[in-house]
């Protein structure tokens, strides 16, 4: 043999005895890190958990009262963490003798005398009395505290009643009013008084609320760094010749930005503990199925687009009354990317928030009441829900997505508001050729919408002025809005809010508040296009079945957003007066360098309003 030779052998059985020495490592490293990886990780969690509490000590020893926001989210981790890992396993421990005690509480509540429950119905009228004693002493005390006591001062009263009324007219127009079960109906309206006490009654949960808004806002208020530099000139002009920022190029652009938020959350999976944790409150309390359920508590969050993705696979199997449900929460919610938008014309942060969170509730309630359950739902539990998968393999892909699609949104409002406010200047034009004639110089499309919803927004207690004819004309004003935002959409209408506070037609609180509540939904006609169109291309094969459940769904809807202004206008004794100019510059204009300072631009920004 050769000397080459003799080298090659030797390198070769170098290179192989090398190479066995290197899986032999590789496999040690990877077992040593199977049994490091759980400690370490467990590691990680305590030096991260010791952090956090040491944050909020030095926060607490600095100033309690900036703490209170984080104290109170660690209070919420804690009850998680008690409710999953003590709770949850006690209740398995003890899981027989808590369904045996389950099922005989079930039978001693549905003990009946000729088809009446007794113990629900007792158990109801006891929160009803207790609730109508509570209002009857409240009213009583601020007419007592008041030193501008008014005949209109028991105007909630009304609209209590025309809570009645609509539960009335829902079940005279009922699909089958024989079907009733009332339980997700009064369940329904319990829930969104409860949601309401909490947030409009309570101190603690007012001043929560309040905060989470102005949370939501500065949230809202980063998007324009990115719309600053991407257009300049045009979102952020100078303060020269009463130049306005361009509507599309500021507020609708936080809708990208929203869209990639909500994206990068449903691929961390936030949304869907939330939104399940919610469901279940709902199918709990209202009685209702589990997607009806889920696509009502998205509807809180997300828009009608985006909660009827999330329940796509459960669309071919769903009855006609849980499509009913999900129709009417799509069109009596509104999507949490178009605050900003709602912001920009003049509307209260708070009542935003408080408006779509109780309009969900209700929604169940009216949608069971005009469309009752009389099929076999195969929907039932809430646990084996399957959420649809967007397919986005990292978190880049996912915000680029997201971003991407939440942008044709943009340009599909920016097209509709181009249509619609062109329709409203022809519909005024043409009704005031009509007037003209007949010697009527003063009449307006907006006007005969008053003339129409007049009584709705008369028996929802609009307005509360001493003076009759004030009041007559405010509540003329929020009829007005009303009926736009039913015929129109609820862009004309906040706008047309906006310009009437601006100009003082409409100067109370509580019809700036009863305005804003009932205005905040997407229940309008041309809105029955886009819901078809969504759900008829997630699933073609039920699409007769949408248009058939659309109309009534439209009307519920309606009577959803209507019911929520009247629980705001029972339960809010004292309206804050929200000012155009308050809330119009909150999003992109001067203010908004309080907390974005450091990343704007060195130019000083504009102080003008938005310019239509």
Not at 111 to 123: D, K, T, V, Y
Not at 200 to 207: H, I, M, T, V, Y
Not at 353 to 382: D, G, H, N
Not at 495 to 507: F, S, V
């Amino acid at each position: 043999m050769s000397d080459y030779e003799s080298d090659f052998e030797d390198n070769y059985e170098g290179d192989l005895n090398d190479d066995g020495i290197r899986k032999k490592a590789a496999s040690f490293v990877s077992d040593k890190w199977e049994q490091m990886k759980r400690p370490l990780w467990f590691v990680g969690i305590g030096i991260i958990a010791i952090g956090i509490h040491v944050f909020i000590g030095f926060a607490i020893a600095n100033n309690f009262h900036k703490a209170i926001a984080p104290i109170v989210m660690l209070g919420f981790v804690y009850l998680y963490l008690l409710y999953t890992y003590v709770i949850v396993r006690v209740a398995k421990s003890y899981k027989e003798p808590l369904v045996e005690t389950g099922e005989k509480v079930q039978s001693i509540w549905q003990i009946s005398f000729r088809g009446f429950p007794l113990l629900q119905l007792a158990f109801f009228g006891i929160i009803v009395a207790g609730f109508l004693v509570w209002l009857i002493i409240d009213v009583r005390q601020v007419n007592n505290s008041d030193v501008t006591v008014t005949p209109h001062s028991n105007i909630r009263f009304r609209s209590l009643l025309a809570i009645i009324c609509f539960v009335i007219i829902g079940f005279l127009i009922s699909a089958n009013p024989a079907r009733v079960k009332w339980r997700p109906v009064f369940g329904g309206i319990f829930l969104q008084f409860t949601v309401g006490l909490l947030v409009l009654r309570w101190p603690a949960g007012n001043s929560a609320f309040h905060w989470a808004a102005d949370q939501v806002v500065t949230f809202l208020d980063y998007a324009f760094v990115g719309t600053d530099f991407t257009y300049g000139f045009i979102s952020s002009p100078p303060p020269i010749c009463d130049f306005g920022s361009v509507f599309i190029f500021t507020s609708l652009q936080i809708i990208i930005y929203f869209g990639a938020i909500v994206s990068v959350l449903y691929y961390l999976g936030i949304i869907q503990a939330v939104l399940s944790k919610v469901a279940w409150l709902m199918q709990h309390t209202v009685g209702t199925t589990a997607a009806e359920s889920l696509n009502a508590a998205a509807c809180i969050f997300l828009g009608q687009t985006e909660a009827a993705i999330l329940i796509e696979p459960a669309l071919l199997t769903m009855t006609e009354s849980e499509i009913h449900a999900v129709m009417t929460a799509g069109f009596a919610c509104i999507a949490g990317s178009l605050f900003s938008a709602y912001i920009a014309f003049g509307a209260c942060p708070t009542y935003l928030l408080s408006a779509t969170v109780m309009s969900a509730a209700v929604s169940l309630a009216v949608s069971k009441l005009v469309y009752p359950e009389v099929q076999e739902s195969k929907q039932k539990r809430s646990e084996d829900f399957k959420f649809a998968n967007k397919g986005n393999n990292n978190l880049l892909e996912c915000i680029s997505n997201g971003a991407v699609h939440a942008s044709q949104f943009v340009w599909a409002i920016g097209a509709n508001l181009i249509v619609y406010i062109a329709l409203l200047a022809m519909f005024n034009t043409w009704a005031g050729f009509v007037g003209t004639r007949l010697g009527y110089d003063d009449w307006s499309f907006n006007k005969l919408m008053g003339y129409l919803f007049f009584p709705l927004a008369y028996l929802m207690g609009a307005s509360d002025a001493a003076d009759s004819h004030t009041e007559i004309q405010e509540t003329l004003r929020v009829a007005e809005l009303m009926g736009m935002k039913t015929i129109l959409n609820e862009f004309i209408a906040y706008k047309e809010l906006m310009n009437m506070k601006a100009d003082g037609r409409l100067e109370g609180a509580r019809a700036q508040m009863i305005a804003t509540y009932a205005l905040c939904g997407f229940s309008n006609i041309s809105m029955i296009g886009s819901q078809l169109g969504i759900l008829g291309a997630m699933c073609p094969r039920r699409k007769a079945i949408f248009a058939k459940v659309v109309i009534r769904a439209l009307i519920s809807g309606c009577m959803s957003c209507f019911m929520t202004a009247c629980v705001a206008g029972i339960l809010v004794s004292k309206p804050e007066a929200c000012h155009s100019n308050a809330f119009s510059n909150c999003v992109y204009l001067s203010n908004i360098t309080d907390h974005l300072s450091p990343y704007l631009p060195s130019t000083p920004m504009p102080s003008t309003t938005v310019k239509f």
